[in-house]
């Protein structure tokens, strides 16, 4: 594993960050609770100290999948947890929650189903448009004045809503989306990055399409977050994510690695990410996700794959 530090926060986080949305168990692959259980405790084996996971994710599931393989590791004080508020999961259906009195409440729960009495890093998971930033932002800062949060950050703002954010509290993470098929916040991290805020970069492998194991259009449920949520697996992104992943195939061949660590490295080898989250629910895929981190791309591959994914940023 290599590990990097997350901005202003100072912590030393390793590059991959577990995610635990698939875990969580609603919208994505199916696994029982062992299968779950052991892709964390793997990836705490091969060097992951951070996880990150949300109310959202299920309705609490995932994190209570993280308390419970945190007490049965007995390793809390060398994980770095980072959950969020302000958005929750209800009936199937997600809804932005960020007033103060729902904040207060939402990081009680968390602390419950974490089994934990303070959260590592705490994010705005999205902008509530019903809510002032001001208000959303200011439970925050509470929280961490109280001493039941240490680091405070934001995910999928723009840089308009983190400069409002930042007038009530020290922003010290952000959390967008960022990979090969995704580049379009690639000023705005740059931009994140250079206030030494710390960027930990979610959909990394574009929510599995960069594994290379969809080759060919197929049909998901509509609640499946592979086409409610990412824009991959349909027209008209498909068919040019497709062109890319041949140039990842050379390489690939050529390393004998396969196409999923090539998207982590390309992402964890810009200076301006922190650590790339990665969702992936069985001990076999976490330990193939971790040995990214025995090797890197070289400086003209990683050229290449800028100029090849460029043609994305035009859809
Ligand atoms: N802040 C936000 O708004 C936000 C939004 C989205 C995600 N996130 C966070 O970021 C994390 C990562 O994003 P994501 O989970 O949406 O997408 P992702 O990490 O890009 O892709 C996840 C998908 O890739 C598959 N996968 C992972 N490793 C694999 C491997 N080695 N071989 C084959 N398939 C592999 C997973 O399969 P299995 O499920 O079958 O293991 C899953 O289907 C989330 O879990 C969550 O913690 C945050």
């Not at 290599?2 to 590059?15: D, E, P």
């Not at 959390?175 to 959909?203: A, F, N």
């Not at 041949?246 to 690939?252: A, E």
Request: with cysteine; proline share 3%; charged share 30%.
């Amino acid at each position: 594993m290599r590990y990097k530090t997350l901005g202003k926060t100072g912590i030393k986080v390793s590059q991959m960050c577990l995610g635990t949305w698939g875990i969580g168990g609603q919208g994505w692959s199916e696994y029982s609770d062992e299968e779950r259980l052991s892709a964390i405790q793997t990836a705490v084996e091969y060097g992951v100290n951070f996880i990150d996971t949300a109310p959202a994710y299920n309705s609490g599931q995932a994190e209570r999948y993280v308390g419970n393989a945190i007490e049965k590791m007995n390793n809390r004080d060398k994980m770095i947890i980072s959950t969020k508020c302000g958005n929750e999961f209800v009936d199937g259906k997600y809804y932005r929650c960020g007033s103060k009195k729902k904040i207060m409440k939402q990081c009680e729960e968390s602390l419950r189903n974490l089994k934990t009495d303070y959260i590592d890093v705490y994010l705005v998971h999205f902008p509530d448009p019903e809510v002032e930033i001001e208000e959303t932002v200011d439970a925050v800062e509470t929280l961490k004045k109280e001493g039941k949060i240490l680091h405070a950050g934001v995910s999928n703002f723009t840089q308009e809503q983190i400069e409002r954010a930042e007038k009530c509290c020290d922003i010290e993470v952000f959390q967008p989306q960022y990979s090969l098929v995704d580049r379009k916040d690639e000023e705005l991290i740059r931009w994140t990055s250079e206030r030494k805020i710390g960027v930990m970069s979610y959909g990394s492998l574009g929510g599995g399409i960069l594994t290379g194991k969809y080759r060919h259009l197929e049909q998901f449920d509509p609640s499946d977050n592979r086409v409610r949520y990412y824009p991959y697996f349909k027209e008209p992104l498909f068919s040019p994510i497709m062109e890319l992943l041949k140039d990842m195939d050379t390489i690939g061949k050529e390393r004998n690695v396969p196409v999923s660590q090539i998207a982590m490295n390309w992402a964890t080898q810009k200076e301006f990410i922190s650590s790339s989250i990665v969702g992936a629910q069985s001990a076999g895929k976490v330990i193939e996700n971790c040995k990214s981190f025995d090797w890197e791309l070289t400086q003209d591959e990683i050229d290449l794959l800028d100029k090849k994914s460029e043609i994305l940023l035009t859809y």
